[in-house]
């Protein structure tokens, strides 16, 4: 079974950082093109963090945190983090990890957005992160 799974997330203070991990497990017949991190809070839409090319370093973020957090990816284990430095109240969401597969016999693309959470088609559960003041 195809499964993406959330770890790291928890309760900090304000200029705290968390890491959070994704574990990807189950692909046979597809393989993950590029993963990413978004995230919602109460009454917002769900917003693109942070994502990353597994078939490279290429790396991307959202305004509002870069220069605060890191994706990283580890492809030997299939695993992908988010490293969150300096967290402010306004970072308090529920964490989404996220993939954009292809079929295992397809050549890696680009996508367009990978920032959109359109381009991706499995979801983790999520991991809540809240930042208080």
């Known amino acids: 079974q195809v499964q993406l799974v959330e770890s790291g997330g928890g309760s900090v203070q304000a200029g705290g950082s968390l890491r959070l991990s994704c574990t990807a497990s189950?692909?046979?017949?597809?393989?993950?093109?590029?993963m990413g991190w978004f995230r919602q809070a109460p009454g917002k839409e769900r917003e693109g963090v942070a994502a990353?090319?597994?078939?490279?370093?290429?790396?991307y973020y959202g305004d509002s945190v870069k220069g605060r957090f890191t994706i990283s990816q580890d492809n030997a284990k299939n695993m992908v983090y988010l490293q969150m430095n300096s967290l402010k109240p306004e970072d308090t969401a529920m964490y989404y990890c996220?993939?954009?597969?292809?079929?295992?016999?397809?050549?890696?693309?680009?996508?367009?957005?990978?920032?959109?959470?359109?381009?991706?088609?499995?979801w983790g559960q999520g991991t809540q992160v809240t930042v208080s003041s």
């Open positions: 996220a993939a954009a597969t292809i079929p295992i016999t397809a050549p890696v693309r680009a996508i367009l957005y990978p920032l959109s959470n359109h381009e991706y088609n499995l």
């Open positions: 189950g692909f046979i017949d597809s393989k993950i093109n590029y």
């Open positions: 990353i090319y597994t078939g490279g370093i290429t790396t």
